[in-house]
DNA sequence: ATAATAAAATGAAACGGTTCATTGAACCGA
DNA sequence: TCGGTTCAATGAACCGTTTCATTTTATTAT
């Protein structure tokens, strides 16, 4: 491995004088610059990331966290992020905190020690209003997807809300009157949001009812099983708004098994727009989030925070509170009744 | 943040004790050992890892790239990766290729200068028969899912032609005749070998006829037109067998449009399982491929010939080929005809 | 009690860069 | 010609570890 010492020997000059070369410094004769640089080229010689990291203190590695590498969301996310952190150069350390908290935390302690420059994180939304660790960690931190109460950080999120509220409103237009949500977790910022825009949607038009709302975890399994409860428990469903793909996914499974059609007995809206959605028989209606935009966003606010932070040592601006919009993606899932 | 000196001053003795006790070797007493840990302990020290990179010239980081960091089958197997490395304490820095040899050669570069300990690469197919670079890297690399000619490196493939055998056989088996395969694209090992186990299948029974082969990207869209150019071509296609999920999925539209039904008069099998494959409807039988024990696998054979290296520096054991077992997943999108 | 040996602890060099106070050369005006 | 100023180049200190030759301490045999 070529080092700085043989390319200032080579070139016949300081070792100093080559790393000024090498950051672009202005303070060296075009003569020399020229001269190293040649010298650079010829050897193939590229300063070694370890070495620079532990003398500037900066390792350009971002930290990336989510609570599951595989998921369809995340990786489209970490997909964004990859490619926006590439363009720049930098690297991306990925890990996967599997929703556990203890986890989360280790793997960001692990990632402090690994001296990344910033951390983008999707967080473990069980952590009894504790901010703990994401408050208190000295370099930069962006936050996707889930709000933490209390945690005073800068922020990507989508607008869970209206996207609840247009999925619901778009099912009533057409003429659905008895819908039912599936809610996913609670304790989740993002998913009491989606129920929030559905019980508003449904007020406004005297169709709410408590008993409408079933919650069940994020993923297919539990979306059949709150699916079959709610099929058990209630009569004449017409619609169902899911609050994430995946339960959808479930629901679909549950509905079909009661022999049921759809959209013809029951209409469905997702919430995500997970890459399969569209592929599905009937191609899925859902709340399409930009994922991939998220994390490019993400990452723009993480560069844009650490340049700040490399200028003003001390200087902290308020969080940013960034808010991606989610769309309605009309599909075939739901029956269009004209009134 | 603290320094192993403050640990050393703190705790009465020098820094080589101080770092033989976090390195756990035996030359430490007891009395000294506990001392220390417990000066550890008190001030939360953990040693950089930058640092100890550069001193010792181990980084704990390994590099993956991947063709598409946001690929079901890929992101599936980041994750057996993430999980098993993370159980070791190590690292990953993840890269997307694109599918672009320039990309992925500076990629690895890339990581290279970031002393990366390994690399598990999915590498570009389309190389012209050049191992390049890929031979050349000095520390330990692993393969996956692509074979490409002339690299001796550690391998984990999938047994295409195994699987693309017995899909076709039991399409055969099922009585369907007129078999078709949306093989894939060119200069592609694994898409070749589905075409030599599709073939020799038909062959068998006398089937095989090489206007059967339509060629396509890997992606819905092509399989799309592919299917659509197949059925404008051909007559009375009693199966697919798509070489791809996805491209099974383009497939399943474009017979869809033509008014046809799967499996009533089109069966379909496809390759890979991807995540959505088991929610479409009809659920879609296909070759299974274990992607995330692929991943876990990648890196124990990683971490063994690391740990090779480390012990004889100069020896080389033969590159291993290890073949993971496609599964025929049996759904619901092949009529079950019985002779 | 002493020499020989084993075990434990030390501390400086090394890893490959960055940074910055210092030096040296070049230039300018009087 | 000399003092002052500017611009380039230098090289040593430093970042936080590991490593290993050397020194110190403890143990054992005589």
Not at 115 to 121: A, K, M, N, Q, S
Not at 185 to 204: L, Q, T, Y
Not at 225 to 234: E, F, I, Q, S, V
């Amino acid at each position: 491995m070529v080092t700085i010492k043989e390319v200032a020997k080579i070139s016949g000059l300081s070792v100093g004088t080559v790393s000024n070369v090498i950051n672009g410094l202005e303070t060296v004769s075009e003569t020399n610059k020229k001269k190293v640089q040649e010298v650079i080229d010829r050897l193939g010689f590229k300063p070694s990331r370890i070495a620079s990291s532990l003398s500037s203190k900066k390792t350009g590695n971002m930290g990336i966290i989510v609570p599951d590498v595989s998921s369809p969301f995340y990786s489209e996310m970490i997909k964004g992020i990859s490619e926006t952190l590439e363009i720049n150069g930098l690297n991306i350390f990925l890990s996967g905190s599997n929703d556990n908290l203890d986890k989360e935390t280790s793997l960001i302690k692990n990632m402090m020690y690994s001296w990344v420059d910033g951390l983008i994180i999707v967080p473990v939304y069980e952590r009894e209003n504790e901010p703990g660790i994401l408050n208190e960690l000295k370099i930069p931190v962006v936050l996707v997807n889930r709000e933490i109460r209390g945690v005073k950080r800068d922020l990507v999120v989508f607008n869970n809300f209206k996207g609840a509220y247009n999925a619901t409103a778009y099912l009533i237009k057409n003429n659905h009157k008895k819908i039912i949500i599936l809610s996913g977790p609670k304790h989740s910022r993002s998913f009491e949001d989606r129920v929030i825009g559905f019980k508003e949607a449904m007020e406004e038009k005297g169709l709410y009812d408590g008993s409408l709302v079933f919650s069940c975890k994020y993923s297919e399994k539990s979306g059949y099983g709150a699916m079959h409860k709610a099929l058990g428990k209630l009569q004449n469903i017409d619609a169902v708004f899911a609050s994430s793909d995946l339960i959808a996914l479930g629901a679909i499974a549950a509905i079909r098994e009661r022999g049921l059609e759809i959209p013809g007995d029951i209409s469905i809206v997702g919430f995500g727009d997970i890459y399969l959605s569209k592929y599905l028989n009937p191609p899925l209606t859902t709340i399409k989030r930009p994922f991939y935009n998220t994390g490019k966003t993400a990452v723009s606010l993480l560069l844009e925070r650490i340049s700040q932070q490399r200028k003003f040592s001390d200087f902290k601006s308020e969080p940013a509170r960034i808010i991606m919009q989610d769309l309605l993606e009309v599909r075939k899932s739901v029956k269009v009744k004209s009134v």
